[in-house]
């Protein structure tokens, strides 16, 4: 069974900076994208940023030029900086991958638990 693992988090200030990674386990045949989501109280869940097989990188407006998406394929691990963050950047931020699980399996979404991101003075 594949589990995606996140960790990094926490409180920081405004204009601070934190990490965040997500590792997926199990027996995994390919990945087809990795990246983060957010979801803020009260909101609907939304894109950060993704990095897609053969597409690149796709990055959220309101992140663009503060967030930077990593990935280490080896290690089935996705991982993003977070800087100069802003109290909007308060959410829930959950780990996101599309798998390939087996050669002739269909490629599946898989979301980590969440981690809580807050940003107050």
């Known amino acids: 069974q594949v589990q995606l693992v996140e960790s990094g988090g926490g409180l920081v200030q405004p204009g601070g900076s934190l990490n965040l990674s997500c590792a997926a386990s199990?027996?995994?045949?390919?990945?087809?994208?990795m990246g983060w989501y957010r979801q803020a109280p009260g909101k609907q869940r939304e894109l950060v940023a993704v990095?897609?097989?053969?597409?690149?990188?796709t990055y959220a407006d309101s992140v663009k030029g503060r967030f930077t998406i990593a990935t280490d394929n080896a290690k089935n691990t996705v991982f993003l900086t977070m800087n100069s963050l802003k109290p909007a950047d308060t959410a829930v931020y959950y780990c996101?991958?599309?798998?390939?699980?087996?050669?002739?399996?269909?490629?599946?979404?898989?979301w980590g638990q969440g981690t809580q991101v807050t940003v107050s003075s």
């Open positions: 996101y991958m599309l798998l390939r699980l087996k050669l002739w399996a269909s490629q599946d979404d898989y």
């Open positions: 990095v897609t097989s053969g597409e690149g990188t």
């Open positions: 199990g027996s995994i045949f390919s990945i087809n994208a």
